[in-house]
């Protein structure tokens, strides 16, 4: 079983998923995931050796569409929705790095 | 150590955007330099709700990409890439992971050497960022804007194997893939446009190690000259960091044009967590073996296939310039056309590779059988090469019949008993040079046939003119 | 005969008896009796209500058939896109985000004849079991405000309990349809992955999400799944080829049916008494109206609430990272660069489940851990589908409790967010294995609220699913309380 999970990996997680947590959050969503994953501590035990994961329960696979071009949506009603804009873009505050 | 004392090891990474109508997972327009936001939809913005549909064209070309690059093409799924970017719609990138629809390849470079080719899996392209403020750059910008258009462009990425050893190397990799993505006509090529962008992993070690330096990948190289050079930048600094004692760091560093220099983008440390999982939006694809033989069926022959037949219908070697130059150029089948109607090979392509490769836009109107014509001519001496050049160069221009074009410059050909009296009186004229020449020393070769030249107006034929003189002397 | 509302209002308005503007005026004359008390709707949509309904009257005038849902009031769930309407997901992170299109559910239900009513109220993004992690605030049950509606389709349920339509659509990723329906009683259905379009339904964890049919009657949520189901080219995952008819067996009976009593989810933890013995009694209605009963171990069904909390976080972590503050939704204000945009937008547009199974999901996929954790979940998916294919090879439809009690108290388990989880625990297992499962009501708990059993099917089992279901409402005990329509 892997070991409980802590404040630290709580916080890491936050980071990853762009959330502040307050302390006392912090310390509550420790707790409450380490619940979760200690009820989840059943299937971790399972032996599934030769077991294929399952994505889609669907058994279809070559979806496809023709590369056919379709009206998209007006830009006025897109740009009217989004917190900024300017110039016909999303504006947003200045980016600190290049895309990883 | 001395530099030739370290090897490098070089593995490209290659995005080339495909040519396709439409996006990957959207029926917008795949068009690049529209007003910004106007090729746009909820699929391709990533708004709530919406849900990708993939491109049957968009696989397809992957597909002859894959085949092009002699990969095994597979049953394969997408995954999800996970991390925040604004220019990301979804800030998830929809890739494929563990199961590319491309994998275990090789590209032959002109002189032969196998690259190998890891995969080459599809996924989609980022919108695109501008940086407001004074410097316009990602640095010291007030706030950015963003355009969509570009979000969900269909992107093929070629992984190489570390095979390469120069910067070298490295441009003549990603000329001759450039060349074969064109020939696939899965992509357009323009490394300018950014429809073709290339990233560098680069190590050092000493020669005859087994084992592999740690790496630094670059990026941001906009153009072949560039990869060049910023390949043999990082290498030559991680050797000095090296000799001097230090270390190499796994990172991403920035090539920076201006200063010519690579800086640290992102340490390993920072290296992000992308929480890979298969995409449950989309199924798997499974190409039927009758589509992929079809799609190899129709793949036209690709440009090393072509350099073959070029080099041995000129008896050159496959990497030979003016070889490459007529491949490059696509002038192959004028050659093969010319060849066919009775002209020698190897004139053809010198021809094709010089005077017609330098006026190619006239290219398409010159008629395979004229030219051969003037091939044929220049071989049988009946046109010196000045001749049969200028006999070309209006063949490009005006087109027409060449004997006709050749009898209207007054070219007519020397008869041999004229030349023969011509070489005869140039060497009574010079008695000194003569002897030289007669004694065995061949530099006052040019200088006799500078006289021939003159005293026939440039219409001897030089060749013809030097196995004279050179008779003459035993 | 059992009363099917919607069908019999659909019957009388295109044989010309009735028309939409007075059918949708009764039932806005009750939405506005009691909308306040139980917040059934995000929206109450009254103008494009009355404009749809005297489209459809005027349609019948002229001699053109509405369809099949003609002058039917729906009320959709707040989470299935509206074009030019608020979409809010009950989160204040869409607060005031209009959508440029329609999902494909809300275009095949209005193009056939129904007039949407409202936006009903959720769980923030569907996650929860109470509609108590609304930012927007609780739904309250129909049958005893005090109570919750169960979730995440509570203000869809309640409104289909109150009166308000007689017809709901809702989402269902782990029980959201099945709970609720059987919290507020009524028929709640999760038709099979793949057989309804997920285009528009603002997704929570889309290999499990499926949209469904709330109605008073089975003929009811049949006669909607009729309409909804069949494949659609812009969800990948639709499945092609003719949909199962929902209503095609709906008075044939179970004479000779195989029905299997699940083990597993008869002892699951922390059902009530009441519970078991009501899911036993609905066994024993079936094999007296002929049906061979008999209990059946699906075995790995025990792992359900485990894998699907893995799972279903996994997927939400990623198809929520998109409310990021930079093309529409909630922005913070005043931050300095685009991370700390993101951070401050996210942590103040989500409310606190949501940033837990955000949390929990980036977790399971992290580096370090996504084999132990979502890797080994769909596995035991399949070990999941592989026992459902044993046991349905001797049934020809699966029984089982729908929630593990009646509806509780408001506050009884936001404190704790596993015993808010068991809740989903007969539910699950339908989902991770991508099956249709429906709940019908079962008579009551001592006290006086619905009790629901549950149908489960194999994939694209609809119709025998919908057969048995019918059996069953026509075989219910009394049910308790009722709110009058
Ligand atoms: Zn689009």
Redesign the pocket.
């Known amino acids: 079983m892997a070991t409980p999970i802590s404040t630290a990996d709580v916080a890491h997680v936050a980071r990853l998923a762009r959330l502040a947590l307050s302390d006392e959050e912090l310390d509550q969503f420790t707790g409450q995931l380490a619940a979760v994953l200690a009820h989840a501590a059943d299937i971790e035990a399972l032996d599934t050796a030769g077991v294929p994961p399952t994505a889609h329960a669907l058994p279809i696979h070559n979806v496809l569409r023709d590369d056919v071009v ?1 009206a ?2 007006d830009r006025e009603e897109v740009l009217a929705q989004a917190p900024a804009a300017e110039s016909g873009r999303f504006r947003v505050p200045r980016i600190l790095g290049e895309a990883p | 150590m001395s530099r030739s004392e370290w090897e490098m090891v070089i593995g490209l990474e290659v995005h080339t955007e495909l040519r396709t109508a ?2 990957l ?4 327009a795949n068009h690049f330099g529209d007003e910004p936001n106007t ?7 990533g708004l709530p709700g919406s849900l990708p549909v993939l491109n049957r064209t968009a696989v397809e070309y992957a597909i002859r990409i894959g085949t092009a690059l002699h990969c095994t093409v597979q049953p394969s799924l997408f995954h999800r890439k996970n991390y925040f970017y604004p220019d990301m719609p979804k800030d998830y990138q929809i890739s494929q992971y563990d199961v590319p629809i491309n994998a275990d390849g090789w590209l032959a470079l002109p002189d032969g050497r196998r690259v190998g080719i890891e995969r080459a899996h599809i996924e989609e392209d980022t919108g695109k960022s501008t940086h407001v403020g004074e410097s316009g750059r990602i640095h010291g910008a007030d706030h950015s804007l963003v355009d ?1 258009n570009r ?2 462009v269909p992107l093929v990425e070629i992984v190489g194997r570390p095979d390469l050893r120069s910067g070298d190397d490295a441009r003549i990799y990603v000329d001759e893939l450039r060349a074969i993505l064109v020939a696939t006509g899965a992509s357009d090529g323009k490394m300018e446009e950014g429809s073709l962008r290339v990233d560098a992993n680069v190590s050092v070690r000493p020669r005859g190690a087994a084992d592999l330096g740690t790496r630094c990948e670059i990026k941001n190289m906009n153009s072949l000259r560039s990869l060049g050079r910023a390949i043999e930048y990082e290498a030559t600094r991680q050797i000095t960091l090296l000799e001097e004692g230090g270390t190499v760091s796994q990172e991403t560093r920035h090539w920076d044009e201006g200063t010519g220099r690579t800086s640290t983008m992102r340490s390993k440390e920072d290296a992000y967590d992308y929480r890979y999982f298969p995409e449950p939006d989309l199924v798997p694809i499974v190409p039927s073996e009758e589509w992929i033989r079809a799609v190899a069926d129709a793949l036209p022959p690709m440009p090393g296939d072509r350099r073959s037949a070029v080099a041995a219908a000129a008896k050159l070697a496959p990497d030979a310039d003016p070889v490459v130059t007529v491949v490059r150029l696509d002038l192959d089948s004028l050659l093969h056309a010319a060849v066919a109607a009775g002209a020698d090979g190897g004139l053809a392509v010198k021809r094709l590779a010089n005077e017609v490769a330098s006026s190619l836009e006239r290219a398409a109107v010159l008629d395979p059988v004229a030219f051969a014509t003037v091939v044929q001519m220049e071989s049988r001496s009946a046109l010196t090469p000045a001749q049969a050049r200028t006999v070309l160069k209006d063949l490009l221009e005006g087109g027409g019949d060449p004997a006709a074009i050749a009898k209207a410059h007054g070219f007519e050909a020397m008869a041999s008993d004229a030349l023969a009296d011509a070489v005869d009186q140039v060497i009574a004229e010079n008695p000194g040079e003569w002897e030289r020449f007669a004694g065995g020393e061949d530099k006052v070769q040019g200088f006799l046939i500078g006289k021939i030249k003159a005293a026939t107006g440039g219409n001897a034929d030089l060749k013809e003119a030097s196995a004279l003189l050179r008779g003459r002397r035993s | 005969m059992t009363a099917n509302p919607a069908a019999d209002i659909a019957g009388a308005i295109r044989r010309g008896e009735k028309t939409a503007s007075g059918v949708l005026e009764e039932h806005l004359a009750r939405v506005q009796a009691r909308e306040p008390e139980i917040h059934a709707f995000n929206l109450v949509l009254e103008e494009n209500a009355r404009d749809t309904a005297a489209q459809i009257d005027a349609a019948v005038a002229r001699g053109v058939d509405p369809g099949p849902l003609a002058g039917v009031p729906i009320a959709l769930k707040d989470n299935l896109c509206t074009r030019g309407v608020p979409t809010t997901c009950s989160s204040r992170m869409l607060a005031g985000w209009r959508p440029p299109y329609d999902a494909t559910v809300v275009a095949r239900v209005t193009a056939a004849g129904a007039v949407a009513i409202g936006k009903t109220n959720l769980d923030e993004f569907a996650m929860g079991s109470s509609t108590e992690n609304s930012a927007f605030g609780p739904t309250r049950n129909p049958l005893d405000p005090s109570r919750v509606p169960g979730g995440s389709s509570g203000g869809s349920a309640a409104a289909v309990a109150a009166g308000f339509a007689p017809l709901a659509l809702g989402s269902d990723t782990g029980g959201s349809i099945r709970q609720p329906a059987a919290l507020c009683g009524v028929v709640g259905t999760k038709p099979t992955y793949g057989v309804v379009s997920r285009y528009g339904l603002v997704a929570f964890a889309s290999s499990l999400d499926q949209i469904g049919p709330f109605a008073r009657s089975v003929g009811d949520a049949a006669l909607l799944f009729d309409v909804i189901a069949g494949h659609d080219p812009a969800d990948s995952t639709s499945l092609a080829g003719a949909p199962p008819v929902a209503s095609a067996a709906l008075e044939h009976g179970v004479d000779g049916l195989r029905v299997g009593l699940v083990t597993e989810l008869v002892g699951a933890e922390g059902l009530s008494g009441e519970v078991v013995a009501g899911t036993r009694a609905a066994a024993e209605a079936l094999a007296s109206a002929g049906a061979k009963v008999e209990e059946v171990s699906v075995p790995a069904t025990v792992y359900g609430l485990s894998a699907y909390y893995l799972i279903a976080p996994a997927e939400a972590s990623s198809n929520l990272s998109r409310y990021d503050g930079v093309r529409y939704g909630h922005r913070a204000t005043g931050a300095a660069d685009i991370t700390d945009m993101y951070i401050a937008s996210r942590s103040e547009g989500f409310g606190p489940e949501v940033k837990r199974r955000i949390m929990l999901g980036t977790y399971a996929l992290s580096a370090g851990y996504y084999d132990a954790y979502y890797g080994q979940a769909q596995k035991v998916r399949t070990l999941i589908i592989r026992d459902f294919e044993v046991a349905y090879q001797s049934f020809d439809v699966l029984l089982s409790p729908t929630a593990p009690g009646t509806a509780f108290p408001l506050g009884a388990k936001t404190a704790d967010p596993l015993l808010m989880y068991l809740n989903d625990v007969c539910t699950i297992p339908s989902n991770l294995a991508g099956h249709p499962a429906m709940s019908v009501p079962w008579g009551a708990g001592a006290d006086g609220l619905p009790l629901g059993v549950q149908v489960l099917a194999p994939a694209l089992g609809e119709t025998v699913m919908f057969q048995v279901a019918a059996t069953l409402e026509r075989l219910a005990p009394a049910a308790g309380r009722k709110v009058e329509s």
């Open positions: 379709v998209g949506v | 439409t996006k997972f959207c029926g917008c090729n746009v939809c909820p699929v391709c913005l969509y979000a969900g």
